[in-house]
């Protein structure tokens, strides 16, 4: 059953500044703590103020779940590129209406600014930097705009440039919590098979990660579980996580 949950409305908030909260003396005291203490750390410090960002794709349930266990309510902030596989578009279905997650909130790139960028969609192929920015980089910020701090589901296993992300970390004006950083593949699959979660439709099929259907290709035995995300390029990030314009 698919679920109606769907918005791309911004919750009203406090936009009060609130008290300097220290990054790196946070990341101290949560730097060995279990990830759902981590998670429930960052509810309780920023209360009304803080989201997840989610893309639904392989390993997601886990962060999905965590969030489900302290609060079904949390924002969690979902990027529709307009790129997504259907598999993906089907998993968050599925796993909005198995965990009961009622605060998901979609947020889709400016539909004038695509058609002034990327008038015939191919944009991912001429310039995948600039699709990334206009897709992913710009939505998210405006979506970012109400909280003062955000999660995510990085692991520092999964590739090279993740290898040192700290728990709590600086970005730009808000602070962003990695509740799962220090999980092995292992540590998730184990996870996953405890608590009954279903894997991604394409994992089976040899999609360690997924993302826009044009930029995800399958990953090959011994490769980094990101070696499929735009293949043959100088590129392993979208910029979601490198402070561009967030």
Known sequence: MKAHHLDTSFP????????PIDAAALDERLREAAPLDI?????????????AVS???TESAVLLHMIAQVDTATPVLFL????LFPETLAYRDDLVARLGLTGVITQRPD?????ARDPDNALWSDNPDACCALRKVEPLARALAPYAAWINGRKRYQAATR?????VEKDGARLKFNPLASLTRDDLVAYMADHGLPKHPLEPFGFA????????SRVMPGEDPRAGRWRGRNKTECGIHLGEGI
């Open 55 to 57: 893309s639904f794709g």
């Open 111 to 115: 539909a004038d600014a695509l058609k």
């Open 163 to 167: 290898s040192s992300i700290p728990v």
């Open 209 to 216: 990660s997924v993302g826009c259907m044009p930029c995800t």
């Open 12 to 19: 009203d908030a406090d936009l009060t500044p609130p008290a």
């Open 80 to 83: 529709d590129t307009g790129h």
């Open 39 to 51: 998670l429930r750390a960052a509810l309780d410090t920023f209360p009304g103020r803080i989201a």
